[in-house]
């Protein structure tokens, strides 16, 4: 699901599936007799399939995000992991170095 996706679902505009099915539950609650009642529970369908709706793509995204933030982690790890392994090699002495080693001898 694209940003874009899941902020039209923040807004109130479900897709084309969702909306089918809403339409579905409204026309099966149009048969009950009383007016009021059938206007209450067709506010009640769509707003529940709505909720639903949004908790899922609340939840896809929140997987998404965890997946990419593990990736990174892993990456981080294997990159900090190799650096300290790598083998460090002597450093040359500069001549001054030599120098002293070499006067250390005389005294």
Do not use: W
């Amino acid at each position: 699901m694209t940003h874009k996706e899941f902020f039209n679902v923040l807004i109130g505009k479900p897709p084309a599936e969702i909306e089918l099915e809403i339409e579905i539950r409204k026309r099966e609650v149009e048969q009950l007799p009383d007016f009021v009642m059938k206007q209450y529970c067709l506010d009640l369908v769509k707003e529940n399939k709505l909720q639903d709706f949004l908790i899922m793509a609340a939840m896809q995204r929140i997987t998404e995000t965890e997946t990419k933030l593990l990736r990174v982690e892993m990456a981080l790890h294997h990159y900090t992991k190799n650096v300290k392994a790598k083998k460090k090699y002597k450093t040359k002495k500069t001549l001054f170095d030599r120098f002293k080693t070499m006067l250390s001898v005389f005294r």
